[in-house]
């Protein structure tokens, strides 16, 4: 079964240092998503990209937090430098279309504990 | 602004009865509500779904009751299984596409 695949799986670092977490849709998905989730909370959209466009990305904090799909496959979510209230579950999902109705597949996540 | 509300944290059934999930929005524009489960150490997985204009959807064990007029629905499940134990999220569409989700149950369905 196709599965969206995130790396790495588990990440600490230290503040002011900077961060990469990497997602690999499911093939042929041409809309993916990252988001963050904070401990006790529902996931929240970071950015969303429609092959290697972004669409919205109206709750990244884009002074520190950058992500890309150069070629409209995999992405990368980028933070620098991190910081101690960055420390979350960092989720990647696709879906085949972009819109409503459209289920989207999550990943495992990247857990990120920032110290 | 918690667009999407689950106001229990935690619930605790027993093997065979009923689990009752509950959500409330306050976006009337919302037309399409969904259901994900997440076990720790794993992405939320869809489990059910319900589009604005039915009331009730069902799948298996699993139904999501919707009340537009008091924004509300809930998910059901009968019966409750030890493997149901997971955080479960509603989430709905807003107008853009955007998926907002609630703040998560968590289930544990003790043997």
């Known amino acids: 079964e196709a599965e969206v695949a995130q790396s790495p799986r588990y990440k600490i670092t230290e503040k002011s240092q900077a961060v990469a977490f990497w997602c690999d849709p499911i093939?042929?998905?041409?809309?993916l998503y990252w988001y963050r989730q904070i401990l006790g909370q529902g996931p929240e959209l970071l950015v969303q990209?429609?092959?290697?466009?972004?669409?919205?990305d109206s709750q990244l904090p884009k002074d520190r937090f950058s992500a890309e799909r150069l070629k409209g496959v995999d992405s990368t979510l980028k933070i620098q430098p991190a910081e101690l209230g960055d420390s979350a579950m960092y989720l990647c999902a696709s879906s085949l279309v972009r819109g409503s109705y459209n289920e989207q597949f999550f990943g495992p996540g990247t857990r990120l504990t920032v110290l | 602004d918690q667009q999407v509300k689950q106001n229990s944290p935690s619930l605790s059934v027993q093997e065979g009865r009923i689990s009752i999930l509950n959500c409330d929005y306050t976006?009337?524009?919302?037309?399409?509500f969904l259901w994900y489960k997440k076990y720790p150490a794993e992405g939320p997985t869809f489990l059910i779904s319900?589009?604005?204009?039915?009331d009730k959807n069902e799948d298996g064990r699993f139904t999501v009751f919707l009340n537009k007029s008091a924004k509300h629905l809930s998910l059901h499940i009968v019966p409750s299984q030890p493997g149901d134990s997971a955080v479960y999220f509603c989430?709905?569409?807003?107008?853009?596409?955007?998926?907002?989700f609630g703040q998560g149950t968590e289930l544990s369905v003790k043997p």
């Open positions: 976006n009337s524009m919302f037309d399409y």
């Open positions: 989430a709905a569409y807003n107008q853009g596409g955007k998926l907002i």
């Open positions: 990209f429609q092959d290697e466009s972004v669409v919205d």
């Open positions: 093939s042929g998905h041409a809309t």
């Open positions: 319900i589009s604005s204009i039915k």
